[in-house]
């Protein structure tokens, strides 16, 4: 960090973030690849600033942190208050910028370990008000870490009806915006919209993160600026970020958790404190996605999941519902002979619950079911593997004992129509005696079968969510967040042992708040390989490979093509691996094949899930996905190529394999083949591999299949 009269600038390894001061305002004068230490930046910092009239003017023309009605700016505010006299307008002045503590944000996740953290201050002109803004480095990730706080030194109440938690703006216009929106079962598929002037904006008030647009997204800059700059938020419920573009050549971005129902009141002495933001710059789409994962790997998930997650089969799609104690330890005695390591038993063992439409909210042990939960997981845990279950705390079907007890226990106004998705409604977790159900119900499922494993699952959007007001009720959506952080803490707290992993009816709540509680998501209900290459690019671009739970399921899932297990297993084999067919009927040369799969992947595991990712080529060019994981000693690397397109005679299927040591001797093998290769990496690197070979058209017709894959191993051996 380096600061003097004019300039701070704060350094991540590989960029930096320059600021400018300016009579009572603060500039943002560069953010881009990393400069040295100056005294002086003017000569990079623009010249759109409101200083260069010859009389008096108030309108900010320049980059800045902090916009609020009031301020002489008429682009987007990431600020609005409701100041004590009802007046909305405000004016923040800069006042210091000093080196601090990384500051705890009360009820909220927030980044670990970082390196350092700058605070920027902001007092109003008119009232006793602060704004405090704290940018926070790290050490390994290109990741700066950004978040606001209000703290009220006066004597009267404010209330706090908006505050982004990062406002960027950027020189230029005409950006290009990658954006992950989706829905059930098509989950961030990359969308990419060209903005010059005007507002882009992306969200949802859903309540969670949602299917509908993921809070992580990106810009690439003009060609003659160069490099992406990538946005992310850690929160698990609304969103809204917003890109303008103005006539003036600059480009704001604001990230937040959005305005619905907000309305956060401060009493004299209170201070208000958003979810942290994130941002990144890097020179290539790759650069950014290496700087997300590693922040996300080192710096949101819990360093106890570093390790190697257990390899799992889940009954889930096989069965439903449809299951008994004979059908699991079936299931069971299948996983160990085939070398899985954790049997999760999913939706169906509680209540009377044989179809998703009861029983939720009675977490009772369906006994005639599961034949005892006590004795489904010592019987489980007796083939040597580790036993996981299923749970949606956050629900309640109205059909449902607990239902008829507390109907005033839902998120939902009693004198109006509450409407109903899934058949369920959303429980009100912020009410102490909900909040206390519910982890009694985990208590006694603790107590029960004592799980390594949960997946808990969250079907439904939130459409007309009411909390009474003595609950805090305007800011319910918030309130409902916090709840969820504070259960999922002393749940992981009092059972440290347990990992749970995070599911939104598939990847409805993917997101950076989740991760810091779950250290995998299971990706989308969609099975199928073809969609699933889709969603998992676009889910790798922000999010590590080992935050993505991904398993092989049968031939034909929700898509309803039928597909080989060969290229199920090459596109799972990018997540945290495991299996959601029906085990129990594979044939002699099927369970061969499996074994196999099972075998490479635990090889390989430590790289695939924490090793250094790289798209290489996008399912958006139409042709496939290709990408190489590379582990971080670069000593091993596993390529993956998901060719969507028949190859024809003389056209070339030629992938470079960047990331791997130049110098150094490799051995090559192709996953299902003996054949080996002994490459050069920068035989590797340089001019890569021509695989053609893997993908001709096979003319007696055997080849129509509509992906073909290959899995690479690359090992150095010199
Ligand atoms: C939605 C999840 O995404 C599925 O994997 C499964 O757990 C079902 N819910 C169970 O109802």
Redesign the pocket.
């Given at each position: 960090m380096f600061l003097n009269e004019n300039f701070i600038k704060i350094d991540t390894p590989n960029t930096s973030l320059i600021f400018r001061r300016y009579s009572e305002l603060l500039e943002i004068a560069y953010y881009g690849g990393r400069v040295a230490d100056m005294d002086d930046y003017t000569i990079v910092s623009g010249h759109k600033r409101k200083y260069a009239r010859s009389c008096s003017d108030d309108v900010i023309t320049g980059n800045t942190t902090v916009c609020c009605y009031g301020m002489g700016c008429d682009r987007h505010f990431s600020v609005a208050i409701k100041n004590y006299d009802g007046g909305i307008a405000n004016k923040f002045l800069f006042e210091r910028a000093e080196k601090v503590e990384k500051p705890i944000i009360e009820g909220l996740p927030s980044s670990r370990d970082g390196k350092e953290t700058l605070m920027l201050v902001y007092r109003d002109r008119d009232y006793d008000i602060e704004l405090r803004q704290y940018y926070t480095v790290f050490d390994d990730t290109d990741v700066i870490a950004v978040s606001n706080c209000i703290v009220n030194d006066s004597n009267q109440t404010f209330s706090v009806q908006k505050l982004d938690s990062l406002q960027m703006d950027l020189d230029s216009n005409g950006y290009d915006i990658y954006t992950y929106p989706g829905t059930w079962a098509r989950e961030r598929h990359q969308q990419v919209t060209n903005l010059k002037i005007g507002k882009f904006s992306i969200g949802t008030v859903g309540g969670s993160s949602s299917h509908a647009v993921n809070p992580f997204f990106m810009l690439k800059r003009p060609e003659r600026m160069g490099g992406y700059i990538a946005f992310n938020l850690e929160y698990s419920g609304n969103h809204r970020s917003t890109v303008e573009g103005a006539p003036t050549c600059i480009t704001r971005v604001t990230v937040g958790m959005g305005d619905l129902g907000l309305d956060i009141k401060l009493s004299s002495g209170e201070k208000f404190h958003t979810p942290e933001a994130v941002m990144t710059f890097g020179n290539t789409q790759n650069d950014v996605t290496t700087s997300m994962h590693n922040f996300v790997n080192n710096h949101v998930i819990q360093k106890k999941y570093l390790k190697e997650r257990p390899l799992a089969v889940?009954i889930?799609?096989p069965l439903g519902?449809d299951f008994n104690y004979d059908k699991v330890i079936a299931f069971a005695d299948a996983s160990a002979k085939l070398g899985a390591e954790l049997l999760i038993v999913?939706?169906?063992w509680f209540g009377k619950r044989n179809a998703?439409n009861c029983s939720l909210g009675d977490w009772v042990d369906n006994k005639e079911k599961t034949g005892g939960l006590d004795n489904l997981s010592k019987a489980v845990r007796e083939k040597g593997l580790k036993f996981g279950i299923?749970i949606?705390p956050e629900m309640i079907n109205p059909d449902s004992d607990l239902y008829r007890a507390h109907p005033d226990w839902v998120l939902g106004n009693p004198k109006r129509y509450q409407t109903l998705m899934r058949d369920q409604l959303v429980l009100d977790i912020a009410k102490p005696e909900v909040f206390d159900y519910l982890y009694g119900c985990f208590e006694n499922l603790m107590k029960l079968c004592s799980p390594d494993y949960i997946?808990w699952?969250y079907?439904r959007v939130i459409h007309d969510a009411y909390q009474s007001p003595e609950l805090n009720g305007e800011n319910y959506s918030l309130e409902y967040i916090k709840a969820l952080y504070r259960l999922m803490d002393k749940i992981l707290t009092n059972y440290p042992a347990l990992m749970i992993e995070g599911?939104?009816?598939?990847g409805g709540r993917y997101d950076l708040g989740m991760f810091h509680y779950v250290p995998q998501i299971?990706t989308s209900?969609m099975t199928d390989p073809v969609e699933r290459a889709h969603i998992q690019e676009g889910t790798l671009v922000g999010y590590p490979q080992s935050t993505m739970s991904a398993h092989v399921a049968s031939a034909v899932s929700h898509a309803g093509r039928n597909t080989r297990l060969r290229d199920r297993f090459a596109v799972s084999l990018e997540g945290v691996f495991g299996y959601e067919c029906d085990i129990t009927k594979l044939s002699e040369e099927q369970t061969e094949e499996v074994k196999q799969q099972i075998a490479f992947y635990k090889k390989h595991r430590n790289t695939l899930l924490y090793g250094d990712y790289k798209l290489i080529e996008s399912y958006t060019l139409g042709e496939g996905v290709v990408s190489i994981t590379v582990s971080k000693d670069k000593s091993t690397a596993i390529a993956k190529i998901f060719r969507l397109k028949q190859t024809f005679d003389r056209e070339p299927v030629k992938y470079k394999f960047d990331g791997l040591d130049r110098n150094a001797t490799y051995k090559v093998g192709f996953f299902g083949r003996e054949e080996k290769l002994i490459c050069k990496g920068d035989i590797l690197c340089n001019s890569g591999l021509d695989l053609f070979q893997y993908f001709l058209l096979d003319r007696k017709g055997e080849y129509t299949n509509e992906i073909n894959t290959l899995v690479i191993e690359m090992e150095k051996i010199d």
């Open positions: 889940n889930w799609e519902c999913d939706d169906g998703p299923w949606e997946k699952d079907n599911c939104a009816a598939g299971w209900d």
